[in-house]
């Protein structure tokens, strides 16, 4: 069975521009989140897709948003790139909704490396 | 406040030696505990998941350990690979009605020849 695929691997983006990642979950996993990561900060929760609708949102400004289409691959957009943008931005796979501290299994992407310069 | 924290920081040691790993939460009402392994560069895997009644999980050479009443938890490492040099992160989820789900920063672990 494939594991979680994100595109593309590696990003490099100029401030003010905008970025969509994409990530395909694991076949039948109907769960997607989403990730920061960076040195500093540690991992951050960004949000969650179920079956086409976000059920989760973190502490994350507006020019993040995501969406999930019907064959459960998700797409997330940072508009308006500012420096401090740069992470590894991480998708992660579960059969169900992560919702209530579900104890499913989650399976994350190699990432994204997103560079703002 | 809901936090977790991890000891140490960072952390050498010699190939085949066996090593623990700590994790202090304060996550409430707890409803899981996972740690991951991350390679540089790499997205996280998941080594064990605990829920409140789990006291004990292997997976391989990892063994985690939670005690729910202190809010403790640690992974040990038996006999280390070079292999196991890696991140190692702890994350904990409470049952709020809501998601919530709060990540150490994790224990980067060096292992040596």
């Known amino acids: 069975k494939a594991g979680v695929t994100q595109t593309p691997r590696y990003l490099i983006k100029t401030r003010g521009q905008q970025v969509t990642l994409s990530c395909s979950p694991i076949?039948?996993?109907?769960?997607v989140s989403w990730y920061q990561q960076t040195p500093g900060q540690g991992l951050q929760f960004l949000f969650e897709?179920?079956?086409?609708?976000?059920?989760n949102k973190g502490n994350f400004p507006g020019r993040f948003s995501g969406r999930q289409f019907s064959n459960s691959r998700s797409e997330m957009n940072v508009s308006t790139l500012e420096l401090g943008d740069s992470a590894l931005y991480l998708c992660?796979?579960?059969?169900?909704?992560?919702?209530?501290?579900?104890?499913?299994?989650?399976?994350f992407g190699p990432g994204t490396r997103l560079t703002v310069t | 406040k809901n936090q977790v924290e991890q000891s140490p920081q960072s952390l050498i040691i010699l190939e085949g030696k066996n090593c623990t790993l700590q994790?202090?939460?304060?996550?409430?009402?707890?409803?899981?505990l996972r740690w991951y392994k991350q390679d540089t560069g790499r997205g996280p895997v998941s080594l064990t998941i605990m829920t409140f009644s789990e006291n004990t999980k292997s997976n391989g050479r990892y063994t985690a350990t939670l005690d729910a009443d202190t809010k403790q938890s640690s992974l040990h490492i038996t006999a280390s690979q070079l292999s196991d040099s890696a991140s190692y992160i702890c994350?904990?989820?409470?049952?709020?009605?809501?998601?919530?789900?709060?990540f150490g920063a994790g224990t980067r672990l060096f292992v040596k020849a």
């Open positions: 994790c202090n939460y304060t996550v409430s009402p707890f409803s899981n």
């Open positions: 076949s039948g996993h109907r769960s």
């Open positions: 992660a796979s579960t059969l169900q909704s992560s919702g209530y501290g579900s104890s499913y299994e989650q399976y």
């Open positions: 897709y179920f079956s086409e609708t976000q059920r």
């Open positions: 994350v904990v989820s409470a049952n709020t009605g809501g998601f919530k789900t709060i």
